[in-house]
């Protein structure tokens, strides 16, 4: 077995999102890391061993909320909440979340069509050059996943208002985290009262019915609270990251504006290559055992590294070249894996390939705005990001 008595390295590496962090070709397949919080953890990142952790339940994801364990950053959500959707299985409604986040729910791609070409629109009309992300990916998603859970769209600005500090990755608590929580479920609970539409609407009708006594209105809300924070970090944040790819990989989103036939395939690519997962996915030791060629002991962090199974050279030949007629691009781990395999990957694929396909056919030879040297990335973050993301057509 071996012991890794070399420095143990600091983690995560950087968020600049346009390129592999140079440490991530060089790692052994597992490596002690030091986390935000000062914690020691296990680094995951080889694909074969990537796999393993997320399909075996010994590595929990439930219990690194446990009081007293090695933590990536402080909580920012009730740690009850951690296990959002082992909670919703629990609670007894998992089938009205699958109905609601099914991108062929009745009307829901022809609304995102037509959205979509909203904002297109509004872009054309301001003119070039605009921030893609002020303009088109952020009110995209937020719109979308109000449009889910039927509440207003006029709510989004208030409950995307929360999300810098949700997602945010820090040593210490924040105690604004918890007072946006409380906005928020507040919030939710009112549309309770007065939303028919959606899954909100869906869960009202379930209260007080027989099954679902136990189920409180502060879980209900959490559940609408919950889809629309990491429903729109995740689709949006994907979202700006896959135009990060395409506005530095010119000529192959020239082919694809050209051949839009390639967009689902293409969008598999784009979460392959992409480096929108900031950290790693955290999981608990629950018995000892030993992974790799290392003994790691029950009560101990490991932290799954998506990008370094996703650039796996074994697996996916020349990973840093983007290629969207790749035969396995889809065995990316980009969405998780095993039990904890994000239950919205068809919604957040249609809603990129929605949106892509709607920014390449009016402006089909988008560029970037500015130098690459030029975009900001917001650090201590979940995911990589860019603070403002400028293009012209």
Same mark, same amino acid.
């Given at each position: +077995?071996?012991? !890794? =008595? *070399? /420095?143990?390295? *600091?983690? @995560?590496?950087?968020? %600049?999102?346009? !390129?592999?962090?140079?440490?991530? %070709? *060089?790692? @052994?397949?597992?490596?002690?890391?030091?986390?935000i919080a000062g914690a020691e953890a296990w680094l995951v990142s080889s694909y074969e061993l990537v796999k393993q952790v997320l399909e075996d339940d010994r590595f929990s994801l439930k219990n690194t909320s446990d009081p007293g364990v090695p933590r990536q950053y402080a909580l920012t959500i009730p740690p009850e909440v951690v296990n959002n959707m082992g909670n919703i299985t629990g $609670?007894?409604?998992?089938? =009205?979340?699958?109905? $609601?986040?099914? @991108?062929?729910? /009745?009307g829901l791609q022809q609304w995102m069509d037509e959205y979509a070409a909203e904002l297109v629109e509004r872009m054309l009309q301001h003119g070039a050059p605009v921030d893609v992300r002020t303009m088109f990916t952020d009110p995209f998603s937020e719109a979308m996943h109000c449009q889910i859970l039927g509440i207003p769209h006029n709510a989004a600005p208030l409950l995307a208002e929360s999300l810098p500090i949700a997602f945010m990755n820090s040593a210490t608590e924040i105690p604004a985290a918890r007072l946006n929580w409380d906005r928020d479920i507040a919030y939710m609970k009112a549309r309770l009262d007065d939303t028919e539409q959606g899954l909100v609407g869906d869960l009202a009708k379930l209260r007080g019915t027989e099954g679902y006594e136990h189920v &409180? %209105?502060? +879980?209900?809300?959490?559940?609408?609270?919950?889809?629309? #924070? =990491? #429903?729109?970090? &995740?689709? =949006? #944040?994907?979202?700006? +990251? $896959?135009?990060?790819?395409l506005l530095t990989h010119p000529e192959e989103a020239d082919y694809l504006a050209d051949h839009p036939e390639l967009m689902p395939q293409a969008v598999d690519e784009l979460l392959r290559i992409n480096l929108s997962i900031g950290d790693g996915l955290p999981r608990l030791v629950m018995e000892d055992m030993t992974l790799g060629d290392v003994q790691v002991k029950a009560g101990e962090l490991v932290l799954v590294l998506p990008e370094g199974a996703n650039f796996d050279p074994s697996v996916f030949p020349d990973p840093h070249r983007l290629d969207f007629t790749r035969a396995n691009s889809s065995a990316h781990f980009s969405f998780g894996g095993g039990s904890h395999y994000c239950p919205a990957t068809a919604l957040g694929k249609k809603h990129a390939e929605t949106a892509l396909l709607a920014l390449l056919k009016a402006m089909p030879r988008m560029r970037l705005a500015v130098p690459v040297e030029q975009l900001v990335w917001r650090t201590g973050f979940m995911k990589r990001l860019p603070e403002r993301l400028p293009v012209m057509w």
């Open positions: +077995m071996t012991t !890794h =008595a *070399e /420095p143990i390295l *600091e983690f @995560p590496f950087t968020w %600049d999102g346009t !390129h592999l962090p140079t440490q991530v %070709d *060089e790692l @052994p397949p597992v490596v002690k890391v030091r986390t $609670a007894g409604l998992r089938k =009205a979340v699958m109905k $609601a986040i099914n @991108p062929k729910s /009745p &409180s %209105d502060e +879980m209900f809300a959490t559940v609408g609270v919950t889809l629309f #924070g =990491a #429903g729109v970090i &995740s689709t =949006a #944040g994907f979202l700006a +990251m $896959a135009l990060v790819t």
